[in-house]
T-cell receptor, first 115, second 113 residues
């Protein structure tokens, strides 16, 4: 069964450093998403991406965040200058355009710890 | 962003019991509804979509009441492997919304021997 993959599984960084989280969506999917989940809290939407541009972003997704699809397979989330409160699990998701587009499949996540 | 509310639990039930979870959502324009399951420190996984007519998948039954903005999940004959957090999820479905999912905080279920 095809699946969304994410790397790295864990990342530890110092406050103020830049991090790039990587995702490989399911190959025939055209909508891509990033969500985050702070420990003990709910999963929160960050951004959606379609046709090489952002479709929607939440208030969490400020100027410190950016997304990119640098090639035909990867989808990345960059945090320019990490803060302590960016520590969370970051999930990438993808969905197929024409069949139940709102049914999203999630990757296993990257656990980010900012020290 | 409009909210999705769930009873956090935990629900502790013996194997074989029937357990029901409830969820309310505040955005009356919501179009799509789901239950996801999340195991500890893992990604959310789609359990089932929820339709207005109600739908069943094996031991799981989901109901939607649009007038009350209320969603439910019933698990019959619960198994130890059902222990997880159950997430109520709503999606506005509008083209310009990017199909963002709006999650509840989840209801924790522990099934005991």
């Amino acid at each position: 069964e095809p699946e969304v993959t994410q790397t790295p599984s864990h990342q530890v960084t110092q406050m103020g450093q830049e991090v790039i989280l990587r995702c490989v969506p399911i190959s025939n999917h055209l909508y891509f998403y990033w969500y985050r989940q702070i420990l003990g809290q709910k999963v929160e939407f960050l951004v959606s991406f379609y046709n090489n541009e952002i479709s929607e972003k939440s208030e969490i997704f400020d100027d410190q965040f950016s997304v990119e699809r640098p090639d035909g397979s990867n989808f990345t989330l960059k945090i320019r200058s990490t803060k302590l409160e960016d520590s969370a699990m970051y999930f990438c998701a993808s969905s197929e355009l024409f069949r139940a587009p709102e049914t999203q499949y999630f990757g296993p996540g990257t656990r980010l710890l900012v020290l | 962003r409009k909210e999705v509310e769930q009873d956090p639990g935990p629900f502790n039930v013996p194997e074989g019991a029937t357990v029901a979870f409830n969820c309310t959502y505040s955005n009356s324009a919501s179009q799509s509804f789901f239950w996801y399951r999340q195991d500890c420190r893992k990604e959310p996984k789609l359990l089932m979509s929820v339709y207005s007519s109600g739908n069943e998948d094996g031991r799981f039954t989901a109901q939607l009441n649009r007038a009350s903005q209320y969603i439910s999940l019933l698990i019959r004959d619960s198994k130890l492997s059902d222990s997880a957090t159950y997430l109520c999820v709503v999606n506005n479905g509008a083209e310009n919304s990017g199909y963002a999912l709006n999650f509840g905080k989840g209801t924790s279920l522990l099934v005991t021997p």
